[in-house]
């Protein structure tokens, strides 16, 4: 069964590091895409950060310069490096794959940034 678990959410003063991961599980698949996004309550699910293939990323405006997304394929796991949290940054964060033609989600990982 396909799963994709979070981990390494948690609370963080301003300035501080946080690291995201993303594992996904259940697939016979080259998993193509790693997407990392957020929300906060009354707002839309926006992207933070994508990785297709294994060298084409892109950021969103907010996380250029502080965010990093990486993977390892071979534990099919993505990770999110965020540096200098903002407390704007505070949302529940979910990671989204792509292999065998399905789009798949975590069940999201609060990150509290705390001024």
């Known amino acids: 069964q396909a799963q994709l678990v979070e981990s390494g959410g948690g609370l963080v003063q301003a300035g501080g590091s946080l690291r995201l991961s993303c594992a996904a599980s259940?697939?016979?698949?080259?998993?193509?895409?790693f997407g990392w996004y957020r929300q906060v309550p009354g707002k839309q699910r926006e992207l933070v950060a994508g990785?297709?293939?294994?060298?084409?990323?892109n950021y969103a405006d907010s996380a250029k310069g502080r965010f990093t997304i990486s993977r390892d394929n071979t534990k099919n796991t993505a990770y999110l490096q965020m540096n200098s949290l903002k407390p704007e940054d505070t949302a529940v964060y979910y990671c989204?794959?792509?292999?065998?033609?399905?789009?798949?989600w975590g069940q999201g990982t609060q990150v509290t940034v705390s001024s």
């Open positions: 989204r794959a792509q292999w065998g033609g399905n789009y798949y």
């Open positions: 259940g697939s016979s698949y080259r998993i193509n895409f």
């Open positions: 990785i297709m293939g294994s060298d084409s990323i």
